[in-house]
């Protein structure tokens, strides 16, 4: 495939010419960076045409600037529209593999790229799959193919159709999506697993209207009324990557299968993406035992990421928990590892980068959507989950009932009592003034001379747990040290130096 059609060259112009673009950035990833020059001189020569043709003759020609964008502040799949306005940028060119999460303030372009696949060989792995399934088939796919899923999606209706087989499923595909996308002005309805239609469509059905929509990761589909996803086997194509997994995770009541377009070959075998989910569910039990909560920023251009922020800090406090918020780029181990105290983060992100799980992080990191089911009193897990913080949008809340009841914890193997610090703040924070004045009259202290106390709830209070608080001055031992006198001259030679060579 030639190097303009595998990055949309003449399309990507077309969308900057026609909207009076001037300052336009390219967000590359770090495995395309080397083709952004390549890029950057054909559009350019591109967009020179263009002019051409609509200003035949005018000298008042505005060239486009281009800037090449790398090293993304946060995950690659997003756009990047912190990075994009230092430069005053007036869209965003994307490459690469994209999450598609709703922009605030920039209009963007996504140039997907176009993987190469062998679609005899997946038009047959389908047939054949399509063949043996008595449900009905959803196919979803990784972006990277869209070039060839209109190509795919006719083989394989020809091949069922002439196929003699009485066992012969309806094979449905995923709308291809759009390569735009313009801000979002409500924050409320952004993306959803199930978005009800509001009216009819452009044939006036109302049949249509009444069709439940999903969309997950850019891809949207309808099913008839009465059906839903429990009711269709997924298949697959692409790699075993984020946008993967956020389908599994998401529709983890389906069946699913995966075409590798690179092995060209069917993989059955999903028992490693089910674990994931048994794993999330462990880290849920473990942040409901959780004291201390920092709130991980992972986006500043996803819109509603500031909505959901406020949401969870409504959610901890109400909880009677305490929760700070941290803003350090990309997260890693070593950054999470300066912040002790907090014995569970949330991580505010994209669906394709929200899944933090290494043994390396000393600290759980979980999803607002795990958050949610942790520090809501008498809300369960029914086994759905939820990966796009966009559907938790003013989700109803479930009323807490008698927040003075134990809880049963699995981990601790026995019922604890969580706090409720709410409602009572101010009395909390009298009681904690009188504890700690009692304990500088009353410590009761370990060999090494540390303080012995229960579990912080706070960040001051794990702070005065720890055995090494800093260089504070010693107030126990009053009597000041003696000072030294240092030497004097150069490194070239010290005066004291000079005395002992003259002697």
């Keep these: 495939m030639d190097f303009e059609s595998s990055y949309d060259i003449s399309a990507t112009a077309e969308f900057i010419h026609s909207r009076n673009f001037t300052r336009v950035a390219l967000q590359f990833p770090d495995d395309l960076l080397k083709d952004s020059t390549k890029v950057v001189a054909a559009l350019s020569q591109r967009l020179r045409s263009l002019r051409e043709i609509d200003v035949t003759g005018s000298e008042n020609v505005t060239d486009v600037g281009l800037y090449v964008m790398a090293d993304t502040t946060y995950g690659s799949c997003c756009v990047d529209e912190v990075a994009a306005l230092h430069i005053n940028a007036d869209c965003v060119?994307?490459?690469?593999?994209?999450?598609?999460?709703?922009?605030?303030?920039?209009?963007?372009?996504?140039?997907?790229?176009?993987?190469?696949?062998?679609?005899?060989?997946?038009?047959?792995?389908?047939?054949?799959?399509?063949?043996?399934?008595?449900?009905?088939?959803m196919v979803l796919f990784g972006l990277e193919y869209t070039h060839s899923i209109q190509h795919i999606k006719t083989a394989v209706s020809e091949a069922l159709m002439s196929s003699r087989s009485e066992l012969k499923s309806e094979v449905h595909f995923a709308d291809v999506p759009s390569?735009?996308?313009?801000?979002?002005?409500?924050?409320?309805?952004?993306?959803?697993?199930?978005?009800?239609?509001?009216?009819?469509?452009?044939?006036?059905?109302?049949?249509?209207?009444?069709?439940?929509?999903?969309?997950?990761?850019?891809?949207?589909?309808?099913?008839?009324?009465?059906?839903?996803?429990d009711d269709f086997l997924i298949f697959w194509i692409g790699l075993d990557n984020s946008a993967f997994a956020n389908v599994v995770l998401t529709f983890n009541a389906c069946e699913i299968v995966r075409y590798d377009?690179?092995?060209?070959?069917?993989?059955?075998?999903?028992?490693?993406?089910?674990?994931?989910?048994?794993?999330?569910?462990?880290?849920?039990?473990?942040?409901?035992?959780?004291?201390?909560?920092?709130?991980?920023?992972g986006t500043l251009g996803v819109a509603g990421y500031l909505h959901m922020i406020h949401q969870m800090k409504e959610l901890i406090t109400g909880a009677g928990k305490k929760a700070y918020t941290l803003v350090m780029g990309r997260p890693n181990p070593a950054k999470l590892a300066n912040f002790p105290e907090c014995d569970v983060f949330i991580y505010v992100s994209c669906a394709q980068t929200a899944l933090l799980d290494s043994k390396e992080y000393l600290a759980p990191v979980i999803t607002p959507f795990e958050a949610t089911i942790a520090f809501s009193r008498g809300r369960q897990w029914t086994g759905s989950y939820v990966t796009e913080f966009q559907?938790?949008?003013?989700?109803?809340?479930?009323?807490?009932?008698?927040?003075?009841?134990?809880?049963?914890?699995?981990?601790?193997?026995?019922?604890?009592?969580?706090?409720?610090?709410?409602?009572?703040?101010?009395?909390?924070?009298?009681?904690?003034?009188?504890?700690?004045?009692?304990?500088k009259a009353l410590q009761l202290r370990d060999n090494h001379g540390s303080l012995i106390k229960?579990?912080?709830?706070?960040?001051?209070?794990?702070?005065?747990?720890?055995?090494?608080?800093?260089?504070?001055?010693?107030?126990?031992?009053?009597v000041p040290e003696p000072y030294l006198i240092g030497?004097?001259?150069?490194?070239a030679g010290y005066e004291d130096e000079k005395n002992q060579q003259e002697t």
């Design 391 to 439: 559907d938790l949008m003013d989700l109803p809340q479930v009323e807490a009932g008698n927040q003075e009841e134990a809880r049963f914890s699995f981990l601790q193997g026995g019922y604890v009592e969580d706090n409720d610090n709410h409602e009572n703040a101010k009395e909390d924070r009298e009681a904690l003034a009188l504890v700690n004045a009692t304990e």
């Design 487 to 491: 030497r004097k001259g150069r490194a």
């Design 261 to 297: 377009a690179t092995e060209n070959q069917m993989v059955t075998d999903l028992s490693q993406q089910r674990r994931i989910l048994k794993r999330r569910y462990y880290l849920v039990e473990r942040a409901k035992d959780a004291n201390i909560i920092g709130i991980l920023v």
């Design 454 to 478: 229960r579990d912080a709830k706070s960040g001051p209070e794990f702070f005065a747990t720890r055995s090494y608080q800093g260089l504070n001055i010693d107030d126990e031992n009053a």
């Design 179 to 229: 390569s735009f996308m313009f801000p979002s002005k409500d924050i409320k309805n952004l993306n959803g697993l199930q978005e009800p239609d509001n009216g009819l469509t452009n044939n006036g059905s109302s049949n249509e209207a009444s069709r439940p929509r999903y969309s997950i990761g850019g891809l949207t589909w309808k099913f008839p009324k009465g059906k839903s996803m």
């Design 93 to 137: 060119i994307h490459y690469g593999q994209t999450c598609f999460s709703p922009t605030t303030t920039l209009p963007a372009f996504f140039v997907f790229g176009k993987a190469s696949i062998s679609i005899a060989n997946c038009v047959e792995s389908l047939t054949r799959y399509a063949l043996s399934c008595s449900k009905p088939i």
